[in-house]
């Protein structure tokens, strides 16, 4: 046999280390699969947005945003908890995809914002010491990696910032809302409205940490209604002293445009920048409903 043609076999795809570590399998193609491990402690949904944060060399993970036409589905077999995610485009703003030979097993970690990241820049970092056995593979995914290396030492918190940053904004958007007499809401249309350059994903990511926060001063839930593209709608309760304010607020408001050619409840509602619902309550409470006219649309009549 030592005379026999050298042949170069191809052993197939390369396949993941089993671990009981939650750990993602970044495959050449950009792809990206959790395992059993992380399938059981984090992604027990059937759809989860995934973020890049380049300077810092992390992939993240909502597995508990709202869905929309932008999260990405998590296909598993019948026996197997993990599942593979097509978050290429994702991938593409860590790695050179082409400069990629084999499989990238990175951790996945919890922090204590509740983001779950896979820290590409960790696994680099493990390997520059030139004795380890990891050096090589560092090395060739720092090719991989580019310029994106040079700052994955940075603070994750700065790079993230606008995780951090959202939930103050959206909160404020929200008591805003409510005082208007909105009480459900989609995370794209918050977006929208508030204009501060946040996409769906990070207000999504803002309202479940407004739910779980145990000092919000609004009660936040999902419900069981989806909008347009399949999205959730969320429904906003005041608490009881955000309740009391908005109340004292709108009594102050009712009482300094009564009386300013302000003689239906439309008139009412468009002066105070409210739900039309919302002026007729506000003018049933104070009294002054009677005194107003009320122009209900009716299918059919016009006002």
């Given at each position: 046999?030592?005379?026999?043609?050298?042949?170069?076999?191809?052993?197939?795809?390369?396949?993941?280390?089993?671990?009981?570590e939650p750990?993602?399998?970044?495959?050449?193609?950009?792809?990206?699969?959790?395992?059993?491990?992380?399938?059981?402690?984090f992604?027990?949904?059937?759809?989860v947005?995934v973020?890049?944060?380049?300077?810092?060399?992390?992939?993240?993970?909502?597995?508990?945003?709202?869905?929309?036409?932008?999260?990405?589905?998590?296909?598993?077999?019948?026996?197997?908890d993990?599942?593979?995610?097509?978050?290429?485009?994702?991938?593409?703003?860590?790695?050179?995809?082409?400069?990629?030979?084999?499989?990238?097993?990175?951790?996945?970690?919890?922090?204590p914002?509740?983001?779950?990241?896979?820290d590409?820049?960790?696994?680099?970092?493990?390997?520059?010491?030139?004795?380890?056995?990891?050096?090589?593979?560092?090395?060739?995914?720092?090719?991989?990696?580019?310029?994106?290396?040079?700052?994955?030492?940075?603070?994750?918190?700065d790079?993230?910032?606008?995780?951090?940053?959202?939930?103050?904004?959206?909160?404020?958007?929200?008591?805003d809302?409510?005082a208007?007499?909105?009480?459900?809401?989609?995370?794209?249309?918050i977006?929208?409205?508030?204009?501060?350059?946040?996409?769906?994903?990070t207000?999504?990511?803002?309202?479940?940490?407004?739910?779980?926060?145990?000092?919000?001063?609004?009660?936040?839930?999902?419900?069981d209604?989806?909008?347009?593209?399949?999205?959730?709608?969320?429904?906003v309760?005041?608490?009881?002293?955000?309740?009391?304010?908005l109340e004292?607020?709108?009594?102050?408001?009712?009482?300094?445009?009564?009386?300013?050619?302000?003689?239906?409840?439309?008139?009412?509602?468009?002066?105070?920048?409210?739900?039309?619902?919302?002026?007729?309550?506000r003018?049933?409470?104070?009294?002054?409903?009677?005194?107003?006219?009320?122009?209900?649309?009716?299918?059919?009549?016009?006002?």
């Amino acid at each position: 046999m030592s005379d026999a043609e050298e042949i170069d076999i191809n052993w197939g795809p390369d396949q993941p280390t089993p671990t009981d570590e939650p750990q993602a399998n970044v495959y050449p193609d950009g792809d990206v699969r959790v395992n059993a491990a992380a399938g059981r402690q984090f992604f027990d949904t059937d759809e989860v947005a995934v973020g890049a944060a380049p300077d810092a060399g992390l992939l993240v993970f909502d597995p508990d945003c709202e869905r929309t036409d932008q999260t990405l589905q998590i296909h598993r077999t019948a026996d197997e908890d993990g599942g593979e995610i097509s978050a290429t485009s994702r991938t593409r703003q860590l790695l050179d995809l082409d400069t990629l030979e084999e499989t990238l097993r990175v951790p996945i970690v919890e922090r204590p914002d509740g983001l779950l990241v896979a820290d590409v820049g960790a696994v680099l970092a493990d390997g520059d010491d030139d004795d380890s056995p990891d050096a090589e593979r560092a090395e060739q995914m720092r090719d991989a990696m580019g310029d994106a290396v040079d700052a994955a030492g940075d603070d994750p918190d700065d790079i993230l910032a606008e995780y951090h940053t959202s939930q103050p904004l959206v909160e404020e958007f929200l008591v805003d809302a409510l005082a208007r007499g909105q009480r459900e809401f989609v995370a794209s249309e918050i977006a929208d409205a508030m204009d501060e350059g946040l996409g769906s994903v990070t207000v999504g990511h803002a309202l479940s940490a407004l739910m779980d926060a145990d000092d919000a001063p609004m009660a936040v839930a999902k419900t069981d209604k989806t909008g347009d593209n399949n999205a959730t709608v969320w429904r906003v309760e005041p608490g009881v002293e955000l309740a009391a304010k908005l109340e004292a607020d709108a009594a102050v408001d009712l009482e300094g445009v009564l009386g300013e050619d302000v003689d239906s409840v439309q008139a009412l509602a468009e002066a105070l920048d409210i739900e039309e619902g919302e002026a007729r309550r506000r003018a049933m409470d104070a009294g002054v409903y009677t005194g107003l006219q009320d122009h209900v649309d009716r299918p059919g009549v016009e006002r």
